[in-house]
């Protein structure tokens, strides 16, 4: 009885100081392990999902600006004859210095190149000659309408004024009087203006000229455009009036060459 006693005192002890040993009567030695340390539960805290990075559009390029349209205002000067030799007179100017108006429609295929539509008013002035008929003064004047299909190539990529050429073919209306007053008609013994020509004909009409697109800060999106060049219509027939028949006069052929300078205000879009 006291060893058993003793034995559960030595147990007690060892289970204190972590391990247990046990000594049966035949001495062998029953040993118990505490040594070991418990099982430790770690908990970690939920990883947060990364937020992901929103996805931003790249913005979208300008649409190119392809199309130009363009009202323009100038001056015209006739550099061609009209010739009255016929009748014993001379030649003389086909119309004087004059105003012109129109419009034009480009739509560019390449940065560059572009192809449209011009159209154009002339009003000639009569120019006033004392060689036409003989010993009287006689003014030649007339309208002119064109119409022109056109190419135009701009010569830098950029720049706030870039050059250009442009090239057109087409036709155009176009109308010759001529006005004649001498100082006496024979007929007559008066001196009144008589009408001898007065007719109008389609002919085909061609155009080279040079330009200059101008950027200008304040009329943006527009743009200022400078353009001068050569006009020229064929030859056609205008008839005389029954006054200028009674003369023996059957009519003129003068073809119409002009030079033009423009100024036009333009929008691309």
């Known amino acids: 009885m006291k060893r058993l006693f ?22 062998g030695k029953l040993g118990l392990d505490y040594a070991k340390p418990p099982l430790t539960l770690i908990v970690q805290p939920p990883i947060e999902p990364v937020p992901a990075s929103p996805v931003v559009a790249a913005p979208a390029a300008p649409s190119p600006r392809r199309q130009l349209v363009s009202l323009g205002l100038g ?8 010739d009255f030799r016929v009748v014993g007179g001379g030649s003389a100017d086909n119309g004087a210095l004059g105003v012109h108006l129109g419009g034009q429609y480009v739509y560019f295929l390449t940065p560059r190149l572009g192809a449209g539509l011009d159209i154009d ?5 009569g120019t006033l000659s004392t060689r036409l008929y ?3 003064d006689a003014s030649v004047g007339g309208d002119t309408w064109l119409m022109l299909a ?23 209306w176009n109308k010759t009087t001529i006005d004649v ?15 001898l ?36 219509l064929a ?15 059957r009519g003129v052929t003068p073809a119409l060459n002009i030079l033009s300078f423009t100024a036009r205000y333009g929008w691309r879009f």
């Open 235 to 249: 030859g056609a027939r205008y008839a005389a009036t029954p006054r200028g028949e009674a003369l023996g006069i």
């Open 197 to 232: 020509i007065d007719d109008s004909a389609w002919t085909p009409a061609a155009s080279v000229r040079l330009g200059l697109d101008i950027d200008a800060d304040p009329l943006a999106p527009g743009i200022v455009i400078l353009e001068a060049g050569w006009t020229g």
């Open 134 to 136: 003989p010993a009287a």
């Open 6 to 27: 003793a034995a559960l005192l030595l147990a007690a002890g060892a289970a204190r100081a972590g391990a247990a040993v046990v000594a049966p009567r035949d001495g």
């Open 121 to 125: 008013y002339a009003d000639r002035d």
């Open 75 to 82: 001056l015209i000067e006739p550099v061609s004859k009209v």
């Open 150 to 172: 056109i190419l135009r190539y701009t010569l830098v990529d950029g720049g706030s004024a870039r050059p250009f050429i442009l090239l057109g073919a087409g036709g155009g």
């Open 181 to 195: 007053r001498p100082s006496v008609w024979a007929d007559t013994a008066t001196h009144e203006t008589r009408r």
